[in-house]
């Protein structure tokens, strides 16, 4: 089979854990491009033993941060980009759908990807879906700016993108066939990380009015941000709507933890509303 024309470009720092095992996954793609941020353990060691494209970022604080500053910096030779996360697996049954949706890609500007999401060392067979507008066409967009010059530590996270979504010019179809997203760094990694995302979607949210580039979901989940409810609402939603209590426990601590992140956010609001 010929590669798919596509580059995969995967941001990451400190990732040992994860490369060894997704980058044997990436045979089929054309280029292969790991943007790696200042990391201290064997990351670029093993990046190079793949024989894959290194490429290192340092951020100035600044737009661009780290996926639009490949896209503006970094010479890509395909047309088309997949932005994939180091713990972000594909399966066979995702490449069949790329395949599938691959040959109407004239048609398309890009293409949302759907994930399985695995959680204290297994997958949750129920729940919402994570999805991303991860692949693309270089020419229709770039991820939507967002400026980091006034709180970095707000925006920081490496200087890469969290909730950032691509802003394209064009229709956008679907892909059937889902990615493993593996949270393998245990739960105190987990709920670091949470609450560093906690800290952007409450700047987020205060400067989304000016911005207005939200997808649907966005507008709906900004529009319920500002209440002490929302939490609670989501947690009915995914543990009893969509079936996460028939994930046993790990279901149960998953929607826990989700309606814990908006009642974050929404503390966080009201700190940066009562410091100004």
Same mark, same amino acid.
């Given at each position: ?30 280029? =292969?491009? =790991? ?9 670029? %060691?093993?990046?190079? +033993?793949?024989? &894959? ?28 980009? @997949? ?5 972000? &697996? ?17 048609? !398309?500007?890009?293409? #949302?990807?759907?994930?399985?999401? !695995? ?16 692949? @693309?066409?270089?020419?229709?967009? %770039? ?11 707000? #925006? ?10 691509? =802003? ?5 179809? @679907?892909?059937?066939?889902?990615? +493993? ?14 609450? %560093? ?12 009015? %000016? ?14 941000? +500002? ?24 279901? &149960?601590?998953?929607?826990? @933890?989700?309606?814990? !992140? ?15």
């Amino acid at each position: 089979m010929d590669k798919f024309p596509i580059t995969v470009i995967i941001p990451v720092r400190n990732e040992e854990k994860n490369l060894p095992h997704m980058l044997p996954l990436l045979k089929d793609f054309d280029e =292969v491009i =790991v943007v790696d941020s200042q990391s201290t353990d064997r990351t670029q %060691e093993i990046v190079k +033993d793949f024989g &894959y494209r290194l490429v290192e970022f340092e951020w100035n604080g600044h737009f661009p941060k780290k996926r639009n500053w490949t896209l503006r910096n970094v010479p890509i030779k395909n047309e088309w980009v @997949f932005f994939l996360d180091a713990d972000e &697996y594909l399966t066979q049954d995702f490449l069949k759908g790329l395949t599938t949706a691959f040959k109407d890609a004239h048609n !398309y500007v890009g293409f #949302w990807v759907t994930y399985n999401c !695995y959680f204290m060392g297994k997958e949750l067979k129920h729940g919402d879906p994570i999805r991303k507008l991860a692949l @693309f066409k270089k020419s229709a967009g %770039e991820y939507e700016r967002i400026d980091a010059e006034d709180d970095n530590k707000k #925006w920081g996270y490496a200087g890469l993108e969290l909730h950032e979504h691509p =802003v394209l010019n064009g229709e956008i179809g @679907f892909i059937h066939g889902k990615i +493993d997203h593996k949270e393998n760094r245990g739960l105190e990694a987990y709920i670091q990380k949470h609450n %560093e995302f906690s800290s952007w979607e409450a700047t987020r949210f205060l400067k989304s009015k %000016e911005k207005g580039a939200l997808t649907f979901r966005q507008k709906v989940k900004y529009g319920l941000m +500002d209440s002490w409810w929302l939490g609670r609402l989501y947690y009915i939603y995914i543990y009893w709507w969509k079936g996460l209590f028939l994930d046993g426990r790990r279901g &149960y601590i998953y929607a826990q @933890f989700k309606k814990q !992140y908006f009642f974050n956010i929404k503390a966080k609001i009201e700190e940066i509303r009562n410091s100004n």
